[in-house]
């Protein structure tokens, strides 16, 4: 049983056995049920033929003993007998022979009945009818010896066959479940094979529509997205390294330099200072970091309040407005109307904050950011942010959410920026249930969007 | 009389960093490196204010802070942990720690959590606060230095309001954004705004007069002083 168990093999080979068997078995019924009834209605024609014929010699020359012994002669003698007026009339030969009982009432038109006699069964017929004034009862038999041996014969052939059959289909059909399942035993060992060392194996899909093609196909996207996700975690790792090697080498070698002589106290106060200042860029960018780890279960504790958008932007702009102001940038922030939105309030800030920020930085000294808040034409609530930077090159925008990307690999760490701000703010939004997109760039600049949907609105 | 604290850390670089801080600021600092060594030195000798690490080798932070609290010892007690998620904090302050401080911490930070916490229910707010010449009224909002009247944006009067609360001590940037801009994440790209304040704000209020208060600390943070370096 335990094989059983273990192999789908086995077990489609035993189902489709089983249902094949109970299959055959009710057809091989239906067939002696068939044969049988069509025998029984030959037969019963047969004795109908006699009954008649004997009515006919007995309405010809009315009913005398000789007259039916030359009948039975005709006949090559046929099992009959007859009663004229409650007494025999006539018997014939193999009717005495087969020591036949005739039953006792008999209508105008009786359906024939078996009976057994001699350890023989027969098919008897009957009927009463009046002749010429007296009353006659005919009665003829045949026996049932042959079409009991058709039956016999056919029930043989079905005893023997259905089992030989069965073990037939049985091992035919395990031989093409072994071949429909192979694939996926090749599969599952080319899967066993595939580890982060190989990622990009993809198993062979022979036909796309077929069940088990579809789940070469399913089993093959699965990889794609473990792949792709593979490449990030590396990239990330690659980044997140060169991101704290930077601040790490500058405080080993300020500390080493400054150790190497005697130095004046001036020097190593510069040097401490300048170490703590990395330090303070290394623990910054580790709770970025740690922040942009927080998923699905910390969104579960979040409390969220229903908060006015506007408001809560338009304090974030006036935060924000003394960068501006150093930029000589003007910023402008837009509100139509009130816009309430269920969201975490320190996290949702965050978003548009890091927005801001990224407008403010990339948006030259005299430029203009521009932000609005404003319902959409469902429901969702909208709130972009117009920069007047450089704009965001086509084979750049996929990327520019990513943690560590950036456009110019060159000027943001000099500007202060960890390289998370766009990240974070996506993070921002999507813990709240919001999306943030780069909805538009070009040359004039960039328009980041970030929308709440119409559902989280109540 | 000094105010005596004991450290409860297993990392003996920072406990002992924790420690000179402290000394330097006229602090009596005691050490222990485990859960058991604290507990002991707890019941055996008296301190005004436990810092205790949350992750320690034996017995864990909380189950010392919860065994405390059984007892019905209510010395103050401000939790260090490298494990910043809100249930941690939660878990922490439900057991009965009375504030929570994330590592890495500035040092500025963990001092004027210190004395938030040893001087606790005493002293009254002030309405008058005062360094060398410079005077905040904060009853009328108004800011004098040598006689002469200064103009301030309510940020700026915010800011050398909290940075006059701390005279004398530095103050870290993120002191000010949580306790100033009110910006609990640290992850807020807030520190450009805070520099730009800090620089309008000595314009206004040092630029014109000698002695400069105003200080800057690198790396660690700003402070107000009468007192030159």
Partial sequence: MNLFRTSLRIRLTFWYSLALGILLSAFSFCIHLLAERSLLRQLDRELAGRIFALEKSIQDKPGEPEELAEFEDEMFSPVFQVERNDSLLYQSGSWRSAGLVAPGKTGPGLAPVEVRAKDHDYRLASKALEIHGSRYRLFAAMPMDQVESVLAGLALAFKIGLPVGLILAFLGGNVFAGKALAPIGRMAGLAEKISSENLELRLPVFNRTDEIGRLALAFNGVLDRLESSFERLKRFTADASHELRTPLTAIRSVGEVVLRSDSDIGAYREAISSILEESARLSRLVQDLLLLTKGEHDRKSMTRSLLDLGDLTKSICSTFGVLAEEKEQTLVCEVAERIPASVEESTFRLAVMNLIDNAIKHTPMGGAIQVKVWRGASGESLITVRDQGAGIPQEHRQRIFDRFYRVDPGRSRAAGGTGLGLAIARWAAEINDGRLELAESGPGGSLFRITIPHALIS | ?229
């Fill in chain 2, 1 to 229: 009389m000094p105010k005596r604290i004991l450290i409860i850390e297993d990392d003996v670089k920072i406990s002992k960093a924790i420690k000179r801080g402290l000394e330097q600021e006229g602090y009596v600092a005691l050490t222990a490196l485990s859960g058991e060594d604290g507990f002991f030195q707890i019941h055996s000798q008296p301190c005004d204010l436990i810092l205790l690490d949350v992750l320690l080798p034996g017995r864990s932070g909380i189950e010392i802070l919860a065994a405390l609290r059984k007892a019905g010892r209510r010395t103050p007690i401000l939790m260090l942990t490298a494990l910043d998620s809100l249930e941690d904090k939660v878990s922490g302050l439900d057991a009965g720690a009375d504030d929570y401080l994330g590592k890495p911490f500035a040092f500025p930070e963990l001092l004027a959590r210190i004395r938030a916490l040893l001087r606790r229910g005493g002293q009254e707010e002030l309405l008058l606060l005062r360094t060398g010449d410079l005077e905040l009224d904060l009853a009328k909002r108004k800011v004098v230095r040598s006689g002469r009247n200064i103009e301030l944006t309510t940020k700026e009067f915010e800011l050398l309001e909290y940075l006059l609360r701390n005279k004398g001590h530095v103050v870290s940037r993120e002191m000010l954004a949580v306790d100033v801009w009110k910006e609990p994440n640290r992850a807020t790209p807030i520190d450009n705004i805070i520099d730009v304040h800090m620089t309008r704000l000595r314009r206004k209020v040092d630029e014109p007069f000698e002695p400069k208060l105003l200080k800057t600390v690198r790396g660690v943070g700003f402070m107000i002083s009468a007192d030159s370096p």
